[in-house]
Nanobody, 122 residues
Framework: QVFLLESGGGSVQPGGSLRLSCAASGFIASGRCMAWFRQAPGKEREQVGTILKTSTHYAESVKGRFTVSLDSAKNTLLLQMDSLKPEDSAMYYC?????????????????WGQGTQVTVSS
């Protein structure tokens, strides 16, 4: 049974950093595309970044500030967020699909965590 559990969210001032974790169980994370999405109130869910083996992809809005990585030993997906901005405030979700390739929309992903809240405010 696939299970994803995010952690690491919180409140931070603009310019600060946070690291999110997504503990995965029921599958080998390194063999599937895993993704981070976020959703702010009143907005659609958007993809933040993906990782498949060593290949990563980022949304333009976070490129150069966020880093997606995988701790294979712990079967855990990570999201390092630096230089945070108020517009980064959202609920962040990790997701995994049934395919090896990385899709760009939420419908490409079957399994989701419950989310962790990130708030960037002074």
């Amino acid at each position: 049974q696939v299970f994803l559990l995010e952690s690491g969210g919180g409140s931070v001032q603009p310019g600060g950093s946070l690291r999110l974790s997504c503990a995965a169980s029921g599958f080998i994370a390194s063999g599937r595309c895993m993704a981070w999405f976020r959703q702010a109130p009143g907005k659609e869910r958007e993809q933040v970044g993906t990782i498949l083996k060593t290949s990563t992809h980022y949304a333009e809005s976070v490129k150069g500030r966020f880093t997606v990585s995988l701790d294979s030993a712990k079967n855990t997906l990570l999201l390092q967020m630096d230089s945070l901005k108020p517009e980064d405030s959202a609920m962040y979700y990790c997701a995994v699909g049934d395919r090896a390739e990385c899709g760009r929309i939420e419908q490409d992903y079957t399994y989701w965590g419950q989310g962790t809240q990130v708030t960037v405010s002074s």
